[in-house]
């Protein structure tokens, strides 16, 4: 088991955690978080981290996706696609990995070849937040334009488009799908998937940063501030809250083992905690163990060196259905208010652009997989042809 934690100071941090055998007369096992790596690939702030059986990949506001194989304990290159800073990855099972961005794409890459399958051009605005149905068979994305998105992954098209007041920031389905959550400041609006309607609202005290389901109806959520609350999306009440940082609480993550059911949260403190959970979640949890990176941490993830399903795979869409010209306009003439069909014309794979790009001595953007260091050669030579034409129409 492993936390990996990003960090505005470009870094990403993981720590091993061991399991030490019970003491005679102690009733718990220690947890201990050991130093295991440091990785800094980016040449800007962290911005998100998600966590597959073998790698852990990371977005940044340097606009790259950063892969680091866990197994082996080394860099695996950089996917280069998207023009914005990366704000959501997703992966689902061990075959896909999904991506968003201020650019306003969504990417879906095969996390075995690292190719670019998909290209969607999802927002007219930054896309902030995308999650994946349980199934693999949908997703929801959010985005500054103020719309609540809903995606066929198995035809890889747009299936409805809500329109909300505001900029939602977080948009999370609940384990067995059957409700998710749409986070707007300090408001969680909780949704039937049955009905696609707001069956309730939850108000935190501050603007939300994170929300984690801990079962079907209890949903944790952490604010700009030191407490992380639990809430019942049946009755919406707060079942109870506990303070777990000394600053605002950035991320959460949840899991179960054989025998707990733990939370990670990690904080602008520079800690990052594992809490165990008690089966009623009117009782707060037990600190397991924590430790201080000294950084400001930004995102999350829990690596538990296991093989996940791999069935619910995306692969149908690899192949995108084609759209004829008759098609979109009979779409954009059923536009209407708050569920419409899809209004933007999808980006259809670039096989030039989503190769591999070893060989390359420039990348460009919509490349696949390109090593750290030739990155960041070409990023210093550009910089100096750059600053040499400047001098020469200067003079």
Same mark, same amino acid.
């Given at each position: 088991m492993e936390l990996v934690a990003g960090c505005y100071e470009q870094v990403l941090f993981g720590f091993a955690v061991h399991l030490e055998p019970k003491a005679s007369g102690d009733q718990e096992q220690k947890w201990t978080p050991v130093a295991d790596f440091t990785h800094h690939a980016h040449t800007a702030s962290l911005s998100a981290v998600a966590v597959s059986s073998r790698f852990v990949v990371t977005g940044s506001k340097d606009e790259t996706i950063h892969i680091y194989d866990m197994k082996k304990k080394v860099d695996h290159g950089a996917l280069v696609h998207h023009n914005g800073t990366i704000t959501c990855l997703k992966f689902h099972g061990n075959r896909h990995l999904i991506s968003g961005a201020e650019d306003g794409l969504i990417c879906v890459w095969d996390a075995k070849k690292w190719e670019c399958l998909k290209s969607i051009k999802a927002h007219k605005g930054h896309v902030t937040f995308l999650s994946i149905?349980?199934?693999?068979?949908?997703?929801?994305?959010?985005?500054?334009?103020?719309?609540?998105?809903?995606?066929?992954?198995?035809?890889?098209?747009?299936?409805? $488009?809500?329109? $909300?007041?505001?900029?939602?920031?977080?948009?999370?389905?609940?384990?067995?799908?059957?409700?998710?959550?749409?986070?707007?400041?300090?408001? $969680?609006?909780?949704?039937?998937?049955?009905?696609?309607?707001?069956?309730?609202?939850?108000?935190?005290?501050?603007?939300?940063?994170?929300?984690?389901?801990?079962?079907?109806?209890?949903?944790?959520?952490?604010?700009?501030?030191?407490?992380?609350?639990?809430?019942?999306?049946d009755s919406l009440m707060c079942l109870s809250e506990f303070k777990a940082h000394e600053n605002r609480v950035k991320d959460m993550f949840s899991f179960e083992t054989p025998e707990h059911h733990i939370i990670v949260t990690a904080s602008s403190d520079g800690f990052i905690k594992m809490w165990k959970l008690k089966e009623d979640k009117g009782v707060s949890p037990s600190l397991l163990c924590e430790v201080n990176t000294n950084a400001r941490l930004t995102c999350l993830g829990v690596w538990l060196d296991r093989v996940t399903d791999t069935k619910g795979s995306l692969l149908p869409a690899v192949e995108p259905s084609p759209v004829s010209k008759k098609e979109q306009s009979e779409r954009k003439k059923k536009e209407s208010g708050r569920e419409v069909q899809e209004e933007e014309r999808q980006l259809k794979p670039d096989t030039k652009k989503c190769g591999l790009t070893g060989d390359s001595n420039k990348p460009t953007k919509g490349s696949s997989l390109i090593s750290t260091k030739k990155r960041k050669t070409v990023e210093m030579l550009e910089k100096k042809k750059s600053k040499r034409k400047k001098i020469r129409m200067m003079q």
């Open positions: 149905h349980p199934s693999g068979k949908l997703a929801l994305s959010v985005g500054t334009d103020k719309t609540l998105r809903t995606w066929n992954l198995v035809e890889g098209r747009s299936a409805f $488009i809500k329109n $909300i007041k505001q900029n939602a920031h977080i948009v999370e389905w609940s384990p067995r799908g059957e409700k998710y959550v749409v986070v707007i400041l300090n408001k $969680i609006d909780v949704y039937q998937l049955d009905t696609a309607s707001v069956s309730g609202t939850i108000t935190n005290e501050k603007r939300v940063s994170s929300v984690t389901f801990l079962s079907e109806s209890v949903l944790a959520v952490a604010g700009d501030e030191e407490v992380v609350r639990f809430f019942d999306c």
